[in-house]
């Protein structure tokens, strides 16, 4: 029989039931009482409540402003300079320390304020050409960045572009430097060759890096014919970047050629050579018969054995020029680093 068709004796005696089973429960009773008493206060904090004016408690522009953190105006304005000393065979000096070295901006010697010498993690950018101008060298190339990666620390990470008709992507930022390797030893020679345009393709990239150290290997022989950027044009977004470019200029091939391919290969390597000394980095030059080893182990250890000192700017106009100089009062070694910087 349905519920609603019960007669009202039945309901009694089924609430009579549950009565008689909560009195026979240990402290069934109490509980009640508890229940009871919360639900009369209860009803007596909503009626309460109903006949309070609603306030408005939203905090008050005055109250904001005395809660609010003071404004703090601190004055970080450094300029941090990554300095690399080499001897003559191109091999880091190291164990120097801050009285050893001069800063010149705007041939203003300024005084140092902080120098350190560490090995950090870094970021490189590795640039291949494997344009129809380096038929004959790109084995050589191949073993410059071998060895490179074979002075990488466990932290590093790189990627791989490579010159020809057009910028070319092998490889994003990785770790996994023998599947790097893997890439370039499957991509193919020839074309015309973009080289600048890949240089600026890299820079580009490297601001994408996880490692605030930032570096970029070139391996080419620097000539140019299909790129839209032109020399200058990249000479600016290098400074600006604040990268090191390090390069590895591969030779001309021997053979009877002509006075304007004899000039065009050389104005090539001394793009750059141009390049690396602006930026800050190192060049070396090499031939298509040479070991790539001493020289990729060079570049490998300068850019993770290299000092930073760091000196307050002068006051000027944002957007100024400042010519920067290093010297250091060791003889018969260079000082590379870079030759200025944008005021902002």
Same mark, same amino acid.
């Given at each position: 029989m349905l519920f609603s068709q019960r007669d009202p004796y039945s309901r009694r005696m089924e609430r009579w039931k549950i009565r008689s089973a909560a009195d026979r429960c240990p402290g069934a009773q109490w509980l009640n009482s508890c229940l009871g008493a919360a639900a009369l206060l209860m009803l007596a904090v909503s009626s309460l409540h109903a006949q309070l004016p609603q306030l408005d408690i939203?905090?008050?522009?005055?109250?904001?402003?005395?809660?609010?953190?003071?404004? =703090?105006r601190v004055d970080v304005d450094l300029v941090l300079l990554p300095v690399i000393v080499t001897n003559r065979s191109g091999a880091v000096v190291d164990g120097l320390d801050a009285s050893s070295f001069t800063v010149l901006e705007d041939k203003a010697p300024k005084p140092i304020v902080s120098f350190g010498h560490e090995d950090m993690p870094c970021s490189v950018g590795i640039v291949v050409d494997l344009s129809g101008s380096m038929l004959g060298k790109t084995g050589v190339a191949a073993g410059a960045v071998h060895a490179f990666l074979d002075t990488a620390n466990a932290d590093d990470e790189a990627f791989l572009l490579t010159v020809s008709t057009r910028p070319d992507t092998l490889s994003g930022f990785t770790k996994d430097f023998g599947n790097l390797e893997y890439q =370039?030893?499957?991509? /193919?020679?020839?074309?015309?060759?973009? =080289?600048?345009?890949?240089?600026h393709l890299a820079l580009e990239r490297l601001h994408s890096a996880h490692n605030g150290h930032r570096a970029l290997l070139i391996v080419s022989d620097g000539m140019d014919n299909h790129s839209r950027y032109s020399e200058t044009e990249l000479l600016?977004?290098?400074?600006?970047?604040?990268?090191?470019?390090y390069t590895i200029g591969m030779t001309p091939s021997t053979g009877n050629k002509k006075a304007i391919e004899l000039t065009e290969e050389r104005n090539g390597l001394a793009f750059l050579d141009h390049l690396a000394d602006r930026s800050g980095g190192l060049s070396f030059t090499l031939a298509s018969y040479e070991n790539p080893v001493p020289v990729a182990a060079k570049i490998g250890r300068a850019i993770r054995?290299?000092?930073?000192?760091?000196? /307050?700017?002068?006051?000027?106009?944002?957007?100024?020029?400042?010519?920067?100089?290093?010297?250091?009062?060791?003889?018969?070694?260079r000082v590379s680093s870079r030759t200025g910087y944008l005021s902002r």
């Open positions: 939203r905090p008050t522009r005055v109250a904001a402003e005395a809660f609010r953190a003071p404004d =703090l =370039l030893s499957q991509a /193919r020679s020839g074309g015309a060759t973009a =080289l600048v345009d890949t240089i600016h977004f290098a400074e600006e970047a604040d990268i090191q470019i054995d290299q000092y930073l000192i760091g000196y /307050r700017p002068s006051s000027g106009e944002p957007g100024t020029w400042r010519a920067v100089q290093v010297k250091v009062d060791v003889p018969q070694v």
